[in-house]
């Protein structure tokens, strides 16, 4: 696991006043730790193109220059001309050595992009963007420093300054960023970073379940109750990633649950040993208030999914104790309208996925919500988390049933909802990386066959 910032000049700060170290001396660190990324990758003679700002940004970019040069056959291109203290001490220091400048985007090995970082306001001018533009048509291999320029800069790397920003994790950020590695700054990272409630999970942050006990039985595993309504087909898939994942029992429960896999049980009601419950998955519109109160009429742990998150009795759902919602971005913002927080766009929410999770949460600490994207958040109380580890082998119908069986699962199996949630998370997306077929061809039963490779 490691923590994401809203920002690191605070962190930046703590470095000079705690621990003696200059501006200076952390932007030669940020140089060298590019440089050294540069050399592991390409051999000397190779050629580089670095594109710079007029910020620290671009000072960064200068001072890579003069620790590349002459190894490397170095070019520089000045956008605007240095006007931050660093970036003209950097620009002097580099003219002292004499190096080449270019005025154009020139064919290259590597392309670096220090335009702006996290200083960038506002939007780009037509010239900055048509650089852009043509640095992204090239085909060098591409590296961000610090941050992708404006979200605009198609990077194969990011090389991020002391600590990885949340920024960097927004959906429609992650087909920017490419590769992020984060550069020390003359500190060691857990020197640099202090204390965050944002959390990246790491795929070996993965807890699976296990069968270490020997005097057990299918009890000892808990029983999930998926509970199903029109679309049966939903329930189906999640019953049996459920089953998969070591729930001892699993039911489908409701009026419609013929043709269903011999291995799942059935029944109208909530079986008696039930332990854990997944609803609102191909709930579809045919049970009444009434009729979903009978499933909701006891402190069971529950996972709402789907449907049931754009009805009205998602307000009593909210009031339970041990409860996961996982909502897609626009279900999410029907949860943020029932729940009379936010009436917004899909296109609002994207933008402020981070905002709009913190606000849900501060609102219902109990709830262990799951907000699904290319980038998925998971957050409970003051506690959030993104796994950035999906892809979009994902993107099929079916995909999300098979997370809610995951974590209908574990929930079954008395994991904490919290815990229930971000492990069951990080299985999901280990089975799209573990699939070996073509990215367009995974479907929801690949996955579920795949759970007993983990
Ligand atoms: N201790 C530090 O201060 C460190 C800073 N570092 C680097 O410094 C960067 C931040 O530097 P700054 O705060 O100077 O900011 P940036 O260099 O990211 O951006 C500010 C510059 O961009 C220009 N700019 C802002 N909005 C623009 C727009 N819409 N169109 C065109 N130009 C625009 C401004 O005129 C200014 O010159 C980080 O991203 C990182 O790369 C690193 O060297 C690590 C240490
Ligand atoms: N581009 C993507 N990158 C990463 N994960 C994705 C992507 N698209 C979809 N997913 C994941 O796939 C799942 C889709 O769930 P959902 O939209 O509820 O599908 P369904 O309801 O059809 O089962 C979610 O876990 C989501 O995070
Ligand atoms: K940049």
Redesign the pocket.
């Known amino acids: 696991m490691q923590k994401l910032y809203d920002e690191v000049s605070s962190l930046d700060k703590r470095c000079y006043e705690n621990f003696g170290l200059s501006e200076d001396i952390l932007m030669e660190h940020a140089a060298d730790g590019m440089a050294d990324f540069i050399k592991s990758k390409f051999s000397k003679g190779s050629s580089v193109l670095i594109v710079c700002g007029s910020g620290n940004n671009g000072a960064d970019g200068i001072a890579l220059a003069r620790l590349l040069h002459p190894d490397y056959n170095v070019k520089i291109l000045h956008l605007k001309k240095p006007k931050s203290d660093m970036a003209k001490l950097q620009k002097k220091r580099l003219d002292a050595i004499g190096l080449k400048e270019c005025c154009t985007i020139e064919s290259c090995d590597v392309l670096v992009d220090a335009i702006v970082g996290t200083g960038f306001r506002g939007e780009f001018n037509p010239e900055i963007s048509s650089v852009i533009d043509e640095m992204n048509n090239s085909d060098a291999y591409k590296i961000a420093c610090d941050v992708p320029s404006g979200y605009k800069f198609f990077a194969d790397a990011t090389l991020t300054m002391g600590a990885l920003k949340k920024d960097m994790y927004l959906d429609a950020h992650k087909e920017y960023v490419g590769d992020i590695k984060v550069i020390d700054l003359g500190v060691g990272r857990d020197i640099y970073e202090c204390e965050s409630n944002w959390n990246l999970l790491d795929l070996e942050d993965l807890n699976l379940p296990n069968r270490n006990k020997k005097d057990t039985h299918k009890g000892s595993y808990g029983h999930l109750a998926c509970v199903v309504g029109e679309k049966i087909g939903a329930g189906v898939l999640c019953s049996k990633s459920a089953l998969r994942f070591g729930a001892g029992l699993v039911s489908v429960v409701g009026y419609n649950t013929t043709n269903i896999p011999h291995s799942i049980m059935s029944s109208e009601l909530l079986p008696k040993t039930t332990s854990a419950i997944a609803i609102g998955m191909g709930l579809g519109d045919s049970y009444s208030d009434m009729d979903l109160k009978s499933f909701l009429n006891n402190d069971y742990p529950l996972i709402a999914d789907?449907d049931i998150l754009h009805m009205d009795i998602l307000q009593e759902i909210l009031k339970r104790e041990n409860v996961v919602l996982t909502p897609?971005a626009k279900e999410f913002i029907s949860v943020l309208r029932l729940c009379k927080l936010a009436d917004i766009s899909v296109d609002e929410l994207q933008k402020n996925r981070f905002k709009y999770v913190e606000l849900f949460c501060k609102t219902y600490p109990k709830v262990t919500l799951l907000l699904?994207?290319?980038n998925?958040i998971i957050a409970k109380d003051d506690k959030f988390f993104i796994n950035p580890h999906?892809?979009?082998k994902?993107?099929k119908?079916?995909?999300?049933?098979v997370?809610s069986g995951l974590i209908g699962s574990l929930l079954a199996q008395r994991y904490t909802p919290l815990e229930a949630t971000f492990n069951a998370s990080l299985a999901?997306v280990s089975l799209a990386l573990n699939y070996t077929g073509s990215d367009f061809s995974l479907t929801p039963d690949d996955l579920i066959s795949q759970i007993g490779k983990l």
Do not use: F, R, T, Y
């Open positions: 789907a897609h699904k994207g290319a998925v999906g892809s979009s994902l993107a119908g079916g995909s999300g049933d997370l999901h």
